[in-house]
């Protein structure tokens, strides 16, 4: 191209190095931590829209008092709200693809299978959209992982080169594509799974221990009570006496 941009005009191996490192560190962070990133950035996509929107609506009503209040309301529910909407629309796209593909292949240029080829892909179609909507999380999880993997594989093709340099390139992003997916989907399952409740402990009996003093007889004699005899004889004075 005489004027304008030509892509064959680009030189990569001018690159400083640095750069290639932090592509390496970007994409370590994205296959690991991918999910939580999306979640962060989609939280702060949605808190300044509706912190923005809260504000002019507060401000017309008003004033500034009044848009300031509104400003911070409406940034926590554009944070949640934008949050549902990125799951929701992460399963449109899947549900949209999963639909296109098997009208696609059904249809195969025959006018006659278009009929079924759209109610087979709608069904496709709302079954994936379904199954994405619950998988949200894993699916964002391994999609960032795979992109983490390519800007992993790209800085090592670049930081290495050579003749081996794309063998090395595939083997370090998909090593971390890998890993990072699985990771990723461990901790997420991990994260749904329900809290256990703890096991019910018995309460613990207190036992008295046995004494070790054991009680010794009584070796002295207890004196014997005494042996009441029978009454004396009474001797009255009114009876004669010899």
Same mark, same amino acid.
């Given at each position: 191209m005489a004027n304008g941009f030509d892509p064959e005009n680009i030189n990569l191996a001018g690159v400083p190095d640095w750069v290639w490192l932090i592509l390496v560190i970007l994409g370590l962070l994205l296959c690991f931590f991918g999910e939580i990133i999306w979640e962060f950035m989609v939280s702060i996509l949605g808190a300044i829209?509706?912190?923005?929107?809260?504000?002019?609506?507060?401000?017309?009503? /008003?004033?500034?008092?009044?848009?300031? /209040?509104?400003?911070?309301?409406? $940034?926590?529910?554009?944070?949640?709200?934008?949050?549902?909407?990125?799951?929701? $629309?992460? $399963?449109?796209?899947?549900?949209?693809?999963?639909?296109?593909?098997?009208?696609?292949?059904?249809?195969?240029?025959?006018?006659?299978?278009?009929?079924?080829?759209?109610?087979?892909?709608?069904?496709?179609?709302?079954?994936?959209?379904?199954?994405?909507?619950?998988?949200?999380?894993?699916?964002?999880?391994?999609?960032? $992982?795979?992109?983490?993997?390519?800007l992993i594989g790209v800085a090592v093709y670049f930081l290495v080169g050579g003749d081996f340099a794309l063998v090395y390139a595939g083997l370090a992003g998909g090593s971390m594509f890998i890993l990072g997916a699985l990771s990723q989907v461990m901790w997420l399952r991990e994260k749904k799974r329900p809290a256990r409740a703890p096991p019910r402990r018995e309460p613990v009996r207190q036992t008295r221990p046995p004494s070790t003093q054991q009680r010794q007889p009584s070796t002295t004699r207890q004196p014997k009570p005494p042996i009441k005899g029978p009454p004396p004889p009474q001797t009255g004075s009114g009876s004669g006496g010899i």
């Open positions: 829209i509706g912190s923005m929107i809260g504000f002019a609506v507060g401000y017309v009503f /008003g004033g500034y008092l009044c848009g300031f /209040g509104l400003m911070f309301l409406f $940034a926590i529910i554009g944070s949640m709200l934008f949050q549902l909407l990125a799951k929701v $629309a992460v $399963a449109l796209i899947c549900g949209v693809l999963a639909f296109a593909g098997v009208a696609y292949l059904i249809y195969s240029g025959n006018p006659d299978n278009l009929s079924s080829a759209f109610f087979a892909g709608l069904i496709v179609g709302v079954i994936v959209f379904v199954i994405a909507l619950w998988f949200v999380e894993e699916i964002v999880g391994v999609f960032l $992982a795979a992109i983490g993997g390519f």
